[in-house]
T-cell receptor, first 120, second 116 residues
Framework: AQKITQTQPGMFVQEKEAVTLDCTYD???????LFWYKQPSSGEMIFLIY??????QNATEGRYSLNFQKARKSANLVISASQLGDSAMYFC?????????????????FGQGTILTVHP | DVKVTQSSRYLVKRTGEKVFLECVQD?????MFWYRQDPGLGLRLIYF???????EKGDIPEGYSVSREKKERFSLILESASTNQTSMYLC???????????????FGAGTRLSVL
């Protein structure tokens, strides 16, 4: 079973508008972390934002925010005021096995990715 | 800034060749990872290492091996390359993981390998 699911293979947005990229996850671990990465055409993965399972508030980093709905097991990325440079592949990822006794060594499980295209 | 450097951006090899993909990080990170990225499948973990000379299999280790003789360097080895190993390979590193869930992985620019 997929642990991380990104159901949108591609998304289009007009410059300066907001866009939401969907991510749902599946875990029975009470302690986990969720990450979003951006991959431009150059290939390098760039860390954007992190949400911990026990965090009380939704994470924000500049124009990026994470809409974390724990009961629904979703962690959607919201990009406000889209820019042409936001055109890229976006990946959602999860780290499990943290907390007392955790031995995940920081391993991440990634979703399939969403290609975002920003139109001028 | 953390820097993870992969030795080649593009490689073309022939079936049956032994292939080495090299990765070096300059931030004294304990953990290093090798992923392959294929369209529609996202990133899948091949192998990782949490210390020098230590390695653990990831989700798709078949056909690959790794070597970590020095802390900063992690090599991925294709013993006998096959066409189904044509892919984008990404290396990453992170600090040692304790109880902290926020353990950011930093990635190299990737190596696009074609096996003919």
């Amino acid at each position: 079973a997929q642990k991380i699911t990104q159901t949108q293979p591609g998304m289009f947005v007009q410059e300066k508008e907001a866009v939401t990229l969907d991510c749902t996850y599946d875990t029975s671990d009470p302690s986990y972390g969720l990450f979003w990465y951006k991959q431009p055409s150059s290939g390098e993965m760039i860390f954007l934002i992190y949400q911990g399972s026990y965090d009380q508030q939704n994470a924000t980093e500049g124009r990026y925010s994470l809409n974390f709905q724990k009961a629904r097991k979703s962690a959607n990325l919201v990009i406000s005021a889209s820019q042409l440079g936001d055109s890229a592949m976006y990946f959602c990822a999860m780290r499990e096995g943290v907390g007392a006794g955790g031995t995940s060594y920081g391993k991440l499980t990634f979703g399939q990715g969403t290609i975002l295209t920003v139109h001028p | 800034d953390v820097k993870v450097t992969q030795s080649s951006r593009y490689l073309v090899k022939r079936t049956g060749e032994k292939v080495f993909l090299e990765c070096v990080q300059d931030m004294d990170h304990e953990n290093m990872f090798w992923y392959r990225q294929d369209p529609g499948l996202g990133l899948r973990l091949i192998y990782f290492s949490y210390d020098v000379k230590m390695k653990e299999k990831g989700d798709i280790p078949e056909g690959y091996s790794v070597s970590r003789e020095k802390k900063e360097r992690f090599s991925l080895i294709l013993e006998s390359a096959s066409t189904n190993q044509t892919s984008m390979y990404l290396c990453a590193s992170s600090l040692i993981s304790g109880r902290e869930a926020k353990n950011i992985q930093y990635f190299g620019a990737g190596t696009r390998l074609s096996v003919l």
